[in-house]
Protein backbone atom coordinates (compact mmCIF):
# COMPACT_ATOMS: atom_id res chain seq x y z
CA UNK A 1 0.00 0.00 0.00
CA UNK A 2 1.19 3.08 -0.93
CA UNK A 3 0.77 6.66 1.60
CA UNK A 4 0.99 9.97 1.49
CA UNK A 5 1.31 12.56 3.97
CA UNK A 6 0.83 16.48 4.31
CA UNK A 7 0.89 17.77 7.42
CA UNK A 8 0.37 20.98 8.98
CA UNK A 9 1.52 23.36 12.35
CA UNK A 10 -1.98 23.08 14.45
CA UNK A 11 -2.62 23.84 18.37
CA UNK A 12 0.73 23.16 19.52
CA UNK A 13 1.22 19.96 17.66
CA UNK A 14 1.18 18.85 14.05
CA UNK A 15 -1.85 18.04 11.95
CA UNK A 16 -1.38 15.16 9.50
CA UNK A 17 -3.28 13.83 6.86
CA UNK A 18 -2.71 10.48 5.35
CA UNK A 19 -3.97 8.85 1.94
CA UNK A 20 -3.49 5.60 0.74
CA UNK A 21 -3.91 6.04 -2.52
CA UNK A 22 -4.56 1.83 -2.97
CA UNK A 23 -7.74 1.46 -1.02
CA UNK A 24 -8.64 5.28 -0.51
CA UNK A 25 -8.23 5.43 3.06
CA UNK A 26 -7.97 8.41 4.40
CA UNK A 27 -7.01 9.29 8.38
CA UNK A 28 -6.49 13.08 10.33
CA UNK A 29 -3.75 12.72 13.16
CA UNK A 30 -2.85 15.09 15.86
CA UNK A 31 0.51 14.63 16.75
CA UNK A 32 4.02 15.53 17.87
CA UNK A 33 6.09 15.33 14.44
CA UNK A 34 8.70 13.27 15.58
CA UNK A 35 5.67 10.96 16.05
CA UNK A 36 4.54 11.68 12.50
CA UNK A 37 7.77 10.89 11.39
CA UNK A 38 7.80 7.78 12.59
CA UNK A 39 4.36 6.37 11.59
CA UNK A 40 3.50 3.05 11.06
CA UNK A 41 2.35 3.48 7.77
CA UNK A 42 5.51 4.79 6.05
CA UNK A 43 4.29 7.46 3.94
CA UNK A 44 6.59 7.37 0.92
CA UNK A 45 6.26 10.89 0.71
CA UNK A 46 6.21 13.91 3.78
CA UNK A 47 4.74 17.32 3.30
CA UNK A 48 5.25 20.05 5.73
CA UNK A 49 3.61 22.88 5.28
CA UNK A 50 5.95 25.85 6.14
CA UNK A 51 4.77 29.69 6.70
CA UNK A 52 7.36 31.93 3.92
CA UNK A 53 5.37 35.32 5.05
CA UNK A 54 3.32 35.96 1.78
CA UNK A 55 1.76 39.70 2.07
CA UNK A 56 -1.86 39.75 3.04
CA UNK A 57 -3.19 41.19 0.27
CA UNK A 58 -1.59 39.42 -2.99
CA UNK A 59 -3.56 40.75 -5.32
CA UNK A 60 -1.73 40.76 -8.73
CA UNK A 61 1.17 39.60 -6.62
CA UNK A 62 2.04 37.06 -9.11
CA UNK A 63 1.66 38.95 -12.17
CA UNK A 64 4.67 41.30 -10.70
Same mark, same amino acid.
Given at each position: ??? $???? #??? /?? /???? *? @???????? *?? $? @? #?? %? $???? @?? $? %??? %? *????? #? *? &??? @? &?? #??????? /?
Amino acid at each position: MVW $LCGV #DGF /KE /KWRA *V @LGNFTTGE *VR $L @L #DR %P $LNEI @LD $L %PER %P *VIITV #D *V &PIG @L &PD #DIAGWAD /K
